[in-house]
């Protein structure tokens, strides 16, 4: 895929690990329209690519990972406008959620507004310990994305995110962490290899069961737990006719079939 180091956004394939990367350095990463149509172009590429099998969200330089979207460029928006800019990030949220490969936030520095909705949407979250989240926009009198607040509520409890939502405050790393905001907080000279680390792990397991197992986490938390409990077995029997279970069991054993029961 072509790209020049002025695209908003830059994609490389490191074998099956699909790499995108925030490319707005000067501006800290700000989202703006570009960058926007850029990732819903690249998800759309990646959904259909077989050889990917994992995905990294990064960001170009060392200071942020998004500090949100482009205050210039929202400054002046109508409310139509804001709307239909609102619209277009409901669409990347979900080809995030919706994507059948596992994807990885690795955040540094600021996360902030637009970019901290962005890394609530992918499945992992890592931090270099410098990271801070926050959803400043209050301050200025708009609210954030219906579907991260939901997703903060759902994952830190909802007085955490109504502290976090209503005052445009931010928390550190190890506060996010201590709030399952993020799943790993690494010093500036272990993060990329974490984060490497990481994905090559989530390349390695069966595309099936990680398709699966997403659904099952999307169908649980839109439409609660009997609904994922009815979604269980047919999820299961996905993984055995597509998935190649009985394969990687009869290696797991190292003979011609399981020789225990595996619950």
Do not use: W
């Amino acid at each position: 895929m072509a790209q020049n180091r002025q695209d908003a956004v830059l994609y490389e394939a490191q074998g099956p690990v699909a790499i995108v990367t925030l490319n707005r350095p000067h501006q800290n990463n700000a989202i703006n329209d570009d960058m926007r149509a850029s990732l819903l172009r690249l998800l759309d590429d990646i959904r259909a690519n077989e050889q990917i099998l994992a995905v990294v969200v990064t960001a170009s330089g060392n200071d942020a990972f998004s500090v949100g979207n482009d205050i210039e460029e929202v400054a002046s928006l109508t409310a139509l406008e804001a709307e239909a800019c609102a619209q277009r990030s409901l669409s990347i949220h979900d080809r995030l959620v919706t994507l059948d490969k596992p994807v990885v936030a690795a955040i540094k520095g600021a996360c902030l507004g637009a970019g901290f909705e962005l890394a609530l949407h992918c499945d992992i979250r890592l931090a270099r310990a410098d990271a801070r989240f926050g959803f400043p926009g209050i301050n200025v009198g708009i609210t954030s994305s219906g579907s991260a607040l939901a997703r903060l509520q759902r994952i830190s409890g909802m007085g955490a995110a109504s502290a976090l939502a209503l005052t445009g405050g931010m928390v550190p790393a190890e506060r996010a962490f201590m709030l399952g905001l993020i799943s790993n907080v690494a010093s500036d000279k272990d993060f990329d290899l974490s984060v490497q680390q990481l994905a090559v792990h989530l390349t390695t397991l069966s595309p099936v069961a990680v398709a699966e197992t997403k659904r099952l986490l999307r169908v649980g938390a839109g439409e609660g737990v009997e609904a994922a409990a009815l979604q269980g077995p047919k999820s299961l029997a996905a993984c055995y006719a597509q998935g190649g279970a009985t394969e990687r069991l009869r290696v797991l054993f190292g003979g011609p079939g399981p020789s225990a029961t595996v619950h």
